[in-house]
């Protein structure tokens, strides 16, 4: 299926339809209406099925959507069939956070190795997962298979960090080092994430409630 055309947008949402399909799985519903999914998900029922018919609808008129089916083709959009490889630089709190949450590991993204320059780090290991000094990266991505990198270190060096990673073929980048990278080959992928970005937006809505 061709995604290329599909706006992010539309992508941005689909990890929301995935999580209420999977709780709907859990509670054992076989079926839903997209006027029921609707409600569930606080999203017009229009949007639902606009949505969907990105990827060719996945529903049948009067029978609604089959929740294991969609779940699974959702899943399928979202590349979570395929297991992928994460490599996390920086072993700090936010690393090593990174590699204590198991959660990961049922959505196909298995944390195979961390990297840091703190020589104190090296050896240990994070629910069984290696430390390893940043001088071992490369021969460790020639040797091992790496789908993701997560940059979990200080931003004054992830951006040399991450072209080092795009020459060692990582074409995937996580990225909560404060700053953009600078990244030109069109191949790679780049996903910031932000906390602060999200407090910040928080607290826009707490001043705007307050103000009105
Ligand atoms: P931390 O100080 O606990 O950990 C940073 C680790 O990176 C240390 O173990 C350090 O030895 C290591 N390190 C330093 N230079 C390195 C290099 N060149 N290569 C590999 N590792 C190196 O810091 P923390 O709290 O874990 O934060 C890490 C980064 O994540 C910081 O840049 C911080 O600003 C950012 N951060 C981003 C968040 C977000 O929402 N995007 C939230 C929290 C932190």
Same mark, same amino acid.
């Given at each position: 299926?061709?995604?290329k055309d599909i706006s992010q947008a539309v992508i941005r949402r689909m990890p929301r339809y995935y999580r209420f399909l999977g !709780?709907?799985?859990d509670e054992g519903v076989e079926r839903i209406s997209s006027n029921?999914?609707?409600n569930r998900m606080?999203?017009?029922a229009s949007q639902i099925r606009q949505d969907l018919n990105n990827f060719g609808g996945f529903g049948q008129q009067g029978y609604g959507y089959n929740v294991q089916f969609l779940y699974d083709e959702i899943g399928k959009i979202l590349g979570l069939n395929e297991k992928h490889n994460i490599i996390v630089i920086g072993a700090g709190n936010l690393g090593q956070a990174l590699a204590n949450y198991v959660?990961? !590991?049922k959505l196909g993204f298995v944390i195979t190795a961390l990297f840091d320059v703190n020589p104190e780090l090296k050896g240990k290991k994070i629910r069984g997962i290696e430390i390893h000094m940043l001088? !071992?990266?490369d021969e460790y991505c020639k040797d091992n298979p790496v789908d993701i990198a997560a940059l979990t270190m200080p931003k004054a060096e992830a951006d040399l960090t991450a072209q080092r990673l795009v020459g060692l073929g990582i074409k995937a980048f996580w990225n909560f080092a404060h700053v953009d990278l600078n990244i030109s080959d069109q191949d790679v992928v780049v996903e910031n994430v932000h906390l602060s970005e999200s407090l910040m937006q928080l607290s826009y809505n707490i001043v705007k409630n307050k103000n009105s």
């Amino acid at each position: 299926m061709e995604q290329k055309d599909i706006s992010q947008a539309v992508i941005r949402r689909m990890p929301r339809y995935y999580r209420f399909l999977g !709780e709907l799985l859990d509670e054992g519903v076989e079926r839903i209406s997209s006027n029921d999914l609707s409600n569930r998900m606080q999203v017009t029922a229009s949007q639902i099925r606009q949505d969907l018919n990105n990827f060719g609808g996945f529903g049948q008129q009067g029978y609604g959507y089959n929740v294991q089916f969609l779940y699974d083709e959702i899943g399928k959009i979202l590349g979570l069939n395929e297991k992928h490889n994460i490599i996390v630089i920086g072993a700090g709190n936010l690393g090593q956070a990174l590699a204590n949450y198991v959660k990961f !590991e049922k959505l196909g993204f298995v944390i195979t190795a961390l990297f840091d320059v703190n020589p104190e780090l090296k050896g240990k290991k994070i629910r069984g997962i290696e430390i390893h000094m940043l001088d !071992e990266l490369d021969e460790y991505c020639k040797d091992n298979p790496v789908d993701i990198a997560a940059l979990t270190m200080p931003k004054a060096e992830a951006d040399l960090t991450a072209q080092r990673l795009v020459g060692l073929g990582i074409k995937a980048f996580w990225n909560f080092a404060h700053v953009d990278l600078n990244i030109s080959d069109q191949d790679v992928v780049v996903e910031n994430v932000h906390l602060s970005e999200s407090l910040m937006q928080l607290s826009y809505n707490i001043v705007k409630n307050k103000n009105s």
